[in-house]
């Protein structure tokens, strides 16, 4: 089973930053794709960015394309999300995922963990 604990959430000013970070356990942290996703309020889950096994490939929507950035440290089992020049509408719940297949999974059921989630608000 993996754990997915997510952190660095918070509230900022449009045009800010934040940082992400999602520590995962439970698994050879090189064999688990990774992703994040965010939810606002009813709104539907989305997928705002996501990175292989390898960290060699890596896939956006045009959404965030351009100001968030996926990264992963195999050695300290972690993912980051490096967000730039966030807007009130990247307000939302973020959500770390994990899956076991070797490519970057976009859509919600392809990931099979997840964690708590970390709010994070941006201000106008």
């Known amino acids: 089973q993996v754990q997915l604990v997510e952190s660095g959430g918070g509230l900022v000013q449009t045009g800010g930053s934040l940082r992400l970070s999602c520590a995962a356990s439970?698994?050879?942290?090189?064999?688990?794709?990774m992703g994040w996703f965010r939810q606002a309020p009813r709104k539907e889950r989305e997928f705002v960015a996501g990175?292989?096994?390898?960290?060699?490939?890596?896939s956006y929507p045009e959404s965030v394309k351009g100001r968030f950035t996926i990264s992963r440290d195999n050695a300290k089992n972690t993912v980051y999300l490096q967000m730039n020049s966030l807007k009130p509408e990247d307000t939302a719940v973020y959500y770390c995922a994990a899956t076991a297949d070797s490519y970057i999974a976009i859509r919600r059921n392809e990931y099979a963990y997840w964690g708590q989630g970390t709010q994070v608000t941006v201000s106008s």
């Open positions: 990175i292989s096994w390898t960290g060699r490939s890596i």
């Open positions: 439970g698994r050879t942290f090189t064999t688990l794709s």
